[in-house]
């Protein structure tokens, strides 16, 4: 019997592939996924509940309701997983994460809710041996979980002074995986999921992920095009 497998959609990467027109994407990649595309609540609330009220960009979160109507994309009920237990190992993660680099004795506030809860729910599926792994543009949180070193490097040339860390804290947090909104096109380019055919396709969208929130270099992209 295969394992079990979803992927974790941060606000960023849905938003990232909205504003690009690339919402189909996520149809025709689930479509060849044997397993859950899932967000949690309060992803929901940031890509379709809050700005369903705001005129703005009412239009941008009914099409992505409509990927959740159509069980594209998940809650993680779906799996057996209450919001509950995913607000409480949220609120643990949240202070721990905001809690581990520090200059003398006042905290630097690293990450947010919404991506926080991405590694709540990735926990928690790990524990009901659904393999994950999380979709997220944001350089900060995969820098804490993939290169802490980097990312301290980072702040003290930021804040130009010397920043200590937690290393207990650090060791936590090396256990989440990621993908990026530039993964996820370049996927869809390589098995044929775009609806554009033209010999720059894949430049054009790897760029413009880039340009619309994606944290990846133009070194990455010409490495990612030379694949």
Not at 116 to 135: F, M, Q
């Amino acid at each position: 019997m295969a394992k079990e497998k979803a992927i974790i959609f941060d606000a960023g990467t849905i938003i990232t592939l909205s504003m690009n027109g690339l919402l189909d994407v996520f149809r025709e990649l689930k479509k060849q996924f044997n397993g859950k595309f899932l967000i949690t609540e309060d992803v929901e609330y940031e890509i379709i509940k809050r700005p369903l009220k705001i005129k703005k960009f009412e239009l941008g979160a009914l099409r992505i309701k409509q990927l959740l109507d159509e069980k594209v994309l998940e809650l993680p009920s779906s799996v057996g997983i209450k919001d509950s237990i995913i607000q409480e190992k949220t609120h643990w993660l949240l202070d721990t994460a905001n809690k581990t680099f520090f200059v003398k004795e006042k905290y630097i506030h690293l990450i947010d809710r919404g991506e926080t809860s991405c590694l709540a729910l990735s926990e928690l599926l790990s524990k009901k041996g659904i393999e994950n792994v999380i979709s997220i543009d944001e350089r900060t949180t995969r820098m804490l979980c993939e290169k802490p070193e980097n990312l301290h490097k980072l702040l003290e040339t930021k804040l130009h002074t010397k920043i200590r860390f937690k290393k207990e804290n650090l060791a936590y947090f090396s256990k989440f995986r990621f993908i990026r909104s530039s993964e996820l096109v370049y996927i869809a380019y390589k098995k044929n999921l775009v609806n554009l055919k033209n010999e720059n396709v894949l430049d054009a969208l790897l760029y413009a992920v880039k340009y619309k929130g994606c944290s990846i270099s133009r070194n990455e992209i010409e490495e990612m095009k030379r694949l």
